[in-house]
């Protein structure tokens, strides 16, 4: 079965420091998609970063960077600098032609 | 701004009761989708549409149904609600090409069954 997997239910930043969310997916395609969503409390879910497999280069959007790591089948997401609006739950999803499998979700707390 | 927008935002309903849960977007998208969002699970498709009239069932449709009948507007049915049907039910939509674009979210409905 095709899965996402995120292992840190919840992750904890100081203000202004990196953190580092996990990804995991399995699958046995070659050409997908994969992306990072965001999910502020009590706002709408949001697109982050996306990355083409066939793409060897790392996405990078302003302090969001990935690592991507397609023969280990890892997709993590960076964020530099952090800043409390970007506290909320964050969404790892793979591209599977026709729907997005999602993660479960990792909870990122910033500490002022 | 693509604008993607739900009936309702909270939403209190007794079990057995029929609900409609609507969901409008003003970019034009072809695709048209409905989740379900538990803590703990993530996103679960329920139904997709990809074209007007058109519906393909996702992960967890039993208990569930959709409309399309115009371009911007996709309704999920619950038939008869039931109390495992209380969650978060989020709508989005994206244009077309293999899907594999930005889904658009909406606010969410978040449903309680009594």
């Known amino acids: 079965a095709q899965t996402v997997t995120q292992s840190q239910p919840e992750m904890s930043v100081q203000e202004a420091e990196t953190v580092t969310l996990s990804c995991t997916y399995d699958?046995?395609?070659?050409?997908?998609?994969l992306f990072w969503y965001k999910q502020p409390p009590s706002r709408q879910m949001i697109l982050v970063i996306r990355?083409?497999?066939?793409k060897q280069q790392n996405a990078t959007e302003n302090r969001f960077s990935v690592n991507f790591q397609k023969a280990a089948k890892s997709f993590s997401l960076k964020i530099s600098d952090s800043q409390l609006g970007d506290a909320a739950m964050y969404f790892c999803a793979w591209d599977s032609n026709y729907q997005l499998i999602w993660g479960a979700g990792t909870k990122l707390i910033i500490k002022p | 701004d693509v604008k993607v927008t739900q009936s309702s935002r909270y939403l209190v309903k007794r079990t057995g009761e029929k609900v409609f849960l609507e969901c409008v977007q003003d970019?034009?998208?072809?695709?048209m989708f409905w989740y379900r969002q538990d803590p703990g699970l993530g996103l679960r498709l329920i139904y997709f549409s990809y074209d007007v009239k058109m519906k393909e069932k996702g992960d967890i449709p039993e208990g569930y149904s959709v409309s399309r009948e115009k371009k911007e507007r996709f309704s999920l049915i619950l038939e008869s609600a039931s109390t495992n049907q209380t969650s978060m039910y989020l709508c989005?939509?994206?244009?077309?090409?293999?899907?594999?674009?930005?889904?658009?979210f909406g606010p969410g409905t978040r449903l309680t069954v009594t």
């Open positions: 989005a939509s994206s244009p077309t090409t293999g899907l594999r674009n930005e889904q658009y």
């Open positions: 699958t046995s395609e070659s050409d997908y998609y």
């Open positions: 990355q083409e497999a066939y």
């Open positions: 970019m034009d998208h072809e695709n």
